[in-house]
Nanobody, 116 residues
């Protein structure tokens, strides 16, 4: 069983930064692939960044501004978000996958609001 708890969302002005953290409760963090998705009001959930067995994948809209990282000491997947834009406003969700197993695990979401 894998449990996810997100933290770090909030309100920030355009151009500012936020850091999201996803704490992964599991007995085998080393095998976990995980990343961040977001869902804006009235839109579908979309990939933001993901660390998988084949490397790191970023959405084109965040490439160069966001950085995803994995902290094996803390069992977290973190998302550093810089140069935030109003269009980054959304609920951000952490997703974790155990290779060879379905379905994915999802966190409860954390709100990020970027004011202009």
């Amino acid at each position: 069983q894998v449990q996810l708890v997100e933290s770090g969302g909030g309100l920030v002005q355009a151009g500012g930064s936020l850091r999201l953290s996803c704490l992964v409760s599991t007995s085998d963090f080393a095998i976990i692939n995980a990343g961040w998705y977001r869902q804006a009001t009235g839109k579908e959930r979309e990939l933001v960044a993901y660390i998988g067995t084949r490397g790191i994948n970023y959405a084109a809209s965040v490439k160069g501004r966001f950085t995803i990282s994995r902290d094996t000491a803390k069992n977290t997947f973190d998302l550093q978000m810089d140069s935030l834009k109003p269009e980054d406003t959304a609920v951000y969700y952490c997703r974790a996958d155990v290779p060879g197993k379905i379905p994915s695990y999802w966190g409860q979401g954390t709100q990020v609001t970027v004011s202009s």
